[in-house]
């Protein structure tokens, strides 16, 4: 229905409103004329009637229209308020007012009333109109009963039974149109403009067919109502025309309306239809089945006041509204966005939206959004799962390549992991570069000989390891696995597996396995040279005197430090360091000072080396200079000092400049060795030292009496065997007891030592020396005869006697010895020994102070004198 349509009919409303009202009070006047005593009163009844009914049905009409509002409800109500309180007002005025000018007045105040309402009621009409036109209405209708009402009040009202006859005649003039509405106004008319409010297009069109009714009803009662139900005249057949055209259209529209439906159905799209004024969202197509919801549930969302904020996802609820806010402000047209719904399974499904504006109030404000919604669910899973596999492939370790194949395969394709690979920007893609620029040089050089095995078996990936160049010229390890898809293909297929961290493993694995190798080899070096160490520890520790251990050194160094040199030096008598073993190149002086060498003043090895520095000075046998002699490489100097009285030290030097390891394997073993040699010359010289004192006369230094016996019979044997001569000696300290008698035992002590050095000094390399009693020596003298030896003892005796000595400062008498001598002549030692003593018993019994040699005749006074105690068997 249109505004033009509710405008005449508002127009003819008001005219069959005021002339029911004329007619009625005409009847009623006609009827009972007491009634109308006032030209004016009925006149005012007239015009209230007419202007309640004309009220009431203009207001519904606009309820119902599509203008747009103008003013807030508010403000509409109460601009409605004083043109019906104006017309209450009058109304009450004329009834209650027997004056004139009073009831002229409230007929200009009804009058004014109704001219003011129309605007008024106009104004009010807003998209929340639907509360305040069925008020008006409703305040109409109090208009409409209001002049039965006083009639009933008034004093001046007719009998009761006039006045049941007029509410029984406005009843009829109410119900009569309605009965010709259903008997004859079109069924749909109105009905099709606001399907919710269907209620309410019946009543306007109850009122408005009422009001058409009544004026027919009128028409027939003047004989006039032929005209309007004559099909022949050209009014009928022009509404019978319009009729035809409006169920064409109706038609026409029904089918749109079909073809629409099954265009959505089939389409599988779900539509809303949103009135922006009133908030109402209709929701029709396929939503419901999209969603999985039942007719019901389909129904009960339809009605919530807000179903977006129920169905949309909270992620994309902000989305939703704010597009549709901007759509009903006008700022957009078309609204279109992907959201989530919730399904009846209570699971989220994706949908596509997309909202228009497809009406306008003349204003040019959006009046109504109709809104497609399309099932992208399906699409937008399998864009999330390819979305899913480009990122596995983009953050993942195998790299995709798509090349030419033939030469120089330039590249076509690559996954989007290629440039990180390489350390390049996201958008650094080597597209159209060949295949082996991306390789390391040594690996692209047999990408040819690979591609040609590809070509040749299609369908079997060929593969080998590369390395992939990287922006700052480093490399990563991939296996290049490629493929070629189908004979003769113009493209190649390869994936790029990362085993970067694999060959990292291989790399610290094999690392790992030569630290290994090299502990082992240490290890069995270590062993080797602990067991040769050994070794010649051993055989140091048996060697009888330096002499052999000075061999085993000099043949045993080469073995424990092949690559060096060595000597061993020691401390001699003098003081000075002597070399007494070495082995390979010489390189130190064969004597040099103690305090040459740093490690005998620090105490422990030291080291130097070509490079040395002040921490590590070069020792001073080394010469003069800073810095080692040229050649040398690295110098070690282990020292000998604990348990050996003499300092010693191993020096070791070598010509091959040596790795730490190795020079720390040499000083370990230096260090060792510096020991053993320790130990073994500890040993020798400590046996030295013991068997020199078991054989030798600790107050002279001369050999003793155990020594004398063993060598006596040793010599007499040696020279029955060589046949050379043997002469012995002894030799006696003529009154020496005096000396201890006289100055003490000190000065015995120190005649007899002094007599001891006389004779050792005497006697040749190969003559022995020894003490064999109290104050007797004897000396041993093989390859002499008796002649030679007697001459030099007497030599020897004139010697002693001749050495004056001074004991505390006290002059002692000359010392003066007696010497018995004799020789081997085929007798035994004892004999030897036997006949010595004789000639010394004679001479004592000389005199002393003499050499005697043995003659035969000595025997018997000396076997006398032994037998008379005379002469002790010292030697026995
Ligand atoms: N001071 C000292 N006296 C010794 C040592 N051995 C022996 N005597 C002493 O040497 C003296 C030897 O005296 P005798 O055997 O009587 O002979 P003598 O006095 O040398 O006289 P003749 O041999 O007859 O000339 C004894 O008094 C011993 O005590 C010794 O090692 N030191």
Known sequence: MSNLDLSWLSVLSFGFAAIAGACFVTFAQRWSPQTGQSFGRLLAASIVIAFGWWSAVLLSQLALSSLPPTLGELDAALLAVPPLVGGIMAALLLETSRQPLRRVLGAAGALTAAALLPPAS???????????????????????????????????????????????????????????????????????????????????????????????????????????????????????????ASVEKDSLVHYQERRCEHIIQSADVGIFEW????????????????????????????????????????????????????????????????????????SWHWVMVNARVVEHFPDGRPQRVLGTLVDIDRLKRAEYALLAERRLFASGPVIVLTFEAVPPHRLRHASSNLPDARGYPEQHQPLGEPLAALFHRDDADGLAELMVRVVDQPGVPVQREVRVVRADNSWRWYVLHVVADRPEASALRAYLVDINRLKEAESNIAAHNLTLQGMVQKMAATQHFMQTLQQFTELLQ?????????????????????????????????????????WGEPFTSERTEETDCWAVRRGHLHQSNADSSA????????????????????????????????????????????????????????????????????????????????????????????????????????????????????????????????????????????????????????????????????????????????????????EIRGHRLTHNGVRLPAITVSIGIAELDGNSADSLLRRADAALYAAKHEGRDRVMRWDPSMDLAFSSALAQGERRPTRH
């Open 615 to 798: 921490l590590s000075p070069v020792c001073g046998h080394f010469g003069a200079g800073p810095t080692l002699p040229p050649g040398i490489q690295h110098a070690i100097c282990a020292p000998l000092l604990k348990s050996f009285e003499r300092p010693g030290v191993l020096h070791l030097i070598a010509h091959r400049k040596m790795n730490s390891d190795e020079l720390s394997a040499i000083t370990w073993g230096a260090e060792l060795f510096a020991d053993a040699l320790k130990l073994s010359l500890g040993n020798l010289r400590l046996r030295a030292s013991l068997r020199e004192q078991a054989v030798h006369d600790v107050m002279t230094d001369l050999f003793n009496r155990r020594y004398f016996d063993e060598v006596l019979h040793r010599e007499v044997s040696r020279s029955e065997r060589t046949g050379e001569g043997l002469i012995l000696g002894i030799i006696d300290i003529d009154h020496f007891k005096s000396f201890n008698d006289s100055f003490g035992h000190d000065a015995g002590d120190r005649v007899l030592r002094t007599v001891a050095e006389q004779l050792q000094d005497f006697v040749r390399a190969y003559d022995i020396a020894c003490r064999v009693g109290g104050e007797e020596l004897a000396v041993i003298m093989p390859r002499a005869h008796i002649e030679e030896g007697f001459a030099r003892l007497d030599q020897l005796r004139q």
């Open 542 to 582: 048996v060697c009888e005197n330096e002499a052999e251990s000075r061999q085993i050194i000099t043949q045993g160094g080469p073995q424990l430090f092949p690559d060096w040199s060595g000597a061993l030096t020691v401390a001699g008598v003098s003081g000075l360091m002597e070399v007494i073993a070495s």
């Open 275 to 346: 009135e922006i004024r009133t908030g109402t969202l209709s929701l029709g197509g396929t939503w419901a089945s999209m969603l999985d919801y039942e007719d019901e549930q389909a129904t009960q969302l339809s009605r919530i006041p807000d179903p977006w904020r129920q169905l949309c996802h909270p992620h994309e609820t902000a989305l939703a509204q704010r597009l549709l806010r901007q759509l009903a402000r006008g700022q957009r047209e078309q609204a279109l966005c992907e959201l989530r719904l919730r399904s009846a399974r209570n």
């Open 122 to 244: 106009i104004a009010q009409v807003t998209p929340f109109g639907m509360l305040w036109p069925l008020l008006l209405l409703a305040a109409g209708l109090v208009f409409v009963c209001l002049f039965p009402a006083l009639m009933l009040i008034s004093p001046e009202s007719p009998s009761a039974w006039r006045n049941v006859g007029a509410l029984l005649l406005l009843a009829v003039g109410i119900l009569l149109p309605q009965i010709f509405r259903l008997a004859w106004w079109p069924a749909d008319h109105g009905t099709a403009v606001v399907d919710e409010s269907a209620w309410l297009s019946r009543v306007v069109v109850l009122d408005t067919g009422a009001t058409i009714a009544l004026f027919m009803l009128i028409q027939r009662l003047l004989g006039r109502d032929s005209q309007l139900r004559d099909a022949a005249s050209p009014e009928a057949e022009l509404a019978a025309r319009l009729q035809a």
